[in-house]
């Protein structure tokens, strides 16, 4: 996410200038083939969150991108709460709209889906 608020509450600790920052170093000491994950389906993530979010991610114009939904595992603390209730996740029609724009977002930027989460610049 570029959401540093969702960061926040997620519990990463990098932030979205954090990207930038990451992004440009790489490009300055030579890497061309850079890749980010966007996960989608985050707590309070609305589907406007994530299309700001995926605007940032395809306006960084790189060669790869995957974006996938959150899964809950057991024995983490995503799972614990939200069998305590406690956790608020978008719900399955917003999550199945959040990977339909990014399929949408990312062909009309000519990006190719080669699997079910990763998309790529041709060649």
């Known amino acids: 996410s570029f959401n540093d608020d969702i960061l926040k509450k997620i519990g990463r600790v990098h932030r979205s200038a954090d990207v930038y920052r990451a992004i440009a170093n790489a490009r300055q000491v030579g890497f061309e083939n850079i890749s980010i994950d966007l996960i989608f389906r985050l707590p309070q993530q609305s589907e406007a969150d994530f299309m700001d979010s ?17 899964i809950l595992e057991k024995k983490t603390i995503f ?19 959040m990977y339909q724009n ?22």
């Open 54 to 70: 995926l605007k940032q991610a395809i306006d960084l114009d790189l060669p790869h991108y995957s974006t996938y939904s959150l």
């Open 102 to 123: 990014a399929i949408d977002s990312f062909q009309q930027a000519g990006l190719e889906q080669y699997e079910i989460s990763n998309f790529a610049k041709p060649g």
């Open 79 to 97: 799972y614990n709460l939200m069998r305590q209730g406690k956790l608020r996740l978008p719900s399955q029609d917003v999550e199945a709209h």
